[in-house]
């Protein structure tokens, strides 16, 4: 595969929501889309919305480095390089919760994942288009 000339992109939050519009089209426009996400069910929901081959489903959780270093390496194993981080996966904590009750814990979680989860896609998605040739970004 020549992957100078492939479009790659990571989506983060790609099961659903915005995350999930965004790689539809971006794979409707002819991109490569690594789809990142917790919940596998609904990741192969959004990959059966898109033509076979074009895309890539990674159960990720943005908070752990050791699986955002997995979702990066599988993104250039399949499609050679990265283009695009849409870093967009983010969570509100328990639903219905006032934050007056919200456990500490609980946002420890949000932190976690929206803060760290960015950080650590962010880095990744830098690295890897610093090394590729052409650059990506």
């Not at 990142?36 to 895309?55: H, N, S, Y």
């Not at 390496?73 to 990265?82: I, P, W």
């Not at 962010?122 to 040739?133: G, L, T, V």
């Amino acid at each position: 595969m020549d992957t100078k000339n492939v479009k790659t992109a990571v989506v983060t939050g790609a099961g659903s929501g915005i995350g999930r519009a965004v790689a539809v089209e971006l794979l409707r426009t002819g991109w490569s889309v690594a789809l990142a996400g917790r919940r596998t069910e609904t990741l192969e929901e959004t990959a059966a919305l898109v033509p076979e081959g074009a895309c890539l489903a990674v159960r990720t959780d943005v908070s752990r480095p050791e699986d955002v270093a997995a979702l990066f390496a599988a993104a250039v194993e399949r499609f050679g390089r990265v283009d695009l981080l849409f870093n967009n996966a983010g969570t509100f904590g328990p639903g219905g919760v006032p934050v007056e009750e919200l456990p500490y814990d609980a946002w420890r979680h949000v932190v976690d994942t929206n803060l760290n989860g960015a950080f650590l896609c962010a880095q990744a998605a830098y690295r890897q288009m610093k090394e590729q040739d052409p650059q990506g970004g």
